[in-house]
């Protein structure tokens, strides 16, 4: 985005207005009052209740009836389930390897080949999800929305707009296309002419918005949150450089690394509370019972990546022998070697 762009959506998300140009005249959409914003919640209660009145399936009923008809399966799961854990991988990696431009370019081609493998997934998913009770609640929504915010610009005054000219819904397709994506509002969060208008927020020298005391639009929330995420980054003890910053996907992969971090300190932490009997907790080895998969992958994290891969390797014995006692294991045998060595030496030190 150059610079001249950053300006006008700044300046376009501070005022939190929306410009139609139509051929004849303009249409101005306004943020909405607290008040206004309650109607349209109140519009979407009824709508969902009519829905619902009407015998129509909500969000979770309707996968349910897409796994029954078989429209949505367990291959489809699995492959979703598969793809995002791929993209978390491959984001992990982009920041592991950001120092080697080769590496680097190798896993962006995968990363966006997964990407877009997840949306096609995720396309199949929702695909009929605005039939939902959710989905038509939504429509109705945003066109209580637009019905009270949008006015008709007349001779340098504004005109409560009555949709004779241009029907709601393709005013709402006009208005939704014009909402600024993920990468657009961090590239802005992280960038001038926000980033000084942030950072003096506390000084009275500016207001954020013009539509203060209001309810912020969508892409006001979204500035302010990847703003605070942003600071957040700066402020953390192991912030990375600044290229990473500037970069989505590789930051994510840091975010991803810290909070495997923290996840794996908080369960160590518990685990140590469960050993704290000192014969357990000098053992070599710890087994810990898991009530469930998910507890058992926390335990997991809390191993070493090298205690990691030797399990691993142990459950490939077990999965090729059908059966293995400890010197089956290649770990057992290489420190049973070593333990032999150091014995056979130990007799001429003597």
């Keep these: 985005m150059e610079q001249h762009e950053r300006e006008y959506f700044i300046s376009r998300l501070r005022t939190g207005i929306i ?44 996968l349910d009836s897409l796994r029954e008809r078989g429209l949505w399966t367990e291959e489809d799961e699995k492959k979703e389930e598969g793809l995002e854990k791929d993209i978390e991988k491959l984001k992990v990696e982009l920041f592991q ?91 802005l969060a992280r960038s001038e002419p926000w980033r000084s208008v942030w950072l003096l927020r506390d000084s009275n020298a500016y207001e954020l918005f013009d539509n203060k005391g209001g309810q912020l639009t969508p892409d006001q929330k979204g500035l302010l949150t990847f703003s605070r995420m942003y600071d957040n980054v700066q402020e953390s003890m192991e912030c990375p450089s600044e290229d990473v910053i500037e970069d989505d996907d590789m930051l994510d992969g840091w975010f991803i690394l810290q909070k495997r971090k923290r996840d794996s300190d908080r369960a160590k932490s518990e685990v140590d509370q469960q050993t704290a009997n000192s014969k357990i907790s000098n053992s070599d080895e710890i087994f810990v019972m898991a009530s469930s998969k998910k507890d058992a992958e926390r335990i997991n994290n809390i191993n070493s990546i090298t205690a990691q891969k030797t399990k691993e390797r142990r459950l490939q014995t077990l999965k090729k022998q059908g059966q293995a006692v400890d010197s089956d294991f290649e770990d057992q045998k290489i420190r049973l070697n070593q333990m032999a060595n150091e014995k056979f030496k130990g007799k001429f030190r003597r």
Excluded: W
Aim: charged share 35%; aromatic share 8%; net charge neutral.
């Design 97 to 187: 390897n950001k120092n080697k431009s080769d590496i680097v370019s190798h896993i962006r081609r995968g990363l966006k080949a997964g990407k877009e493998q997840l949306n096609k997934v995720l396309e199949k998913k929702f695909q009929y999800f605005e039939n939902s009770c959710e989905g038509l609640a939504s429509i109705e929504k945003v066109k209580e929305m637009i019905s009270i915010s949008c006015f008709k610009v007349i001779d340098g005054g504004l005109e409560k707009y009555d949709f004779e000219e241009v029907p709601a819904d393709l005013i709402i397709k006009m208005y939704s296309f014009q909402m600024l994506g993920e990468t657009s509002l961090r590239e």
């Design 19 to 62: 410009n139609i140009k139509l051929t004849d005249f303009i249409l101005k959409i306004k943020p909405l009052t607290l008040e206004q914003e309650f109607h349209t919640q109140e519009r979407y209660m009824e709508a969902y209740r009519e829905a619902q009145n009407a015998g129509v399936l909500t969000k979770k009923e309707l």
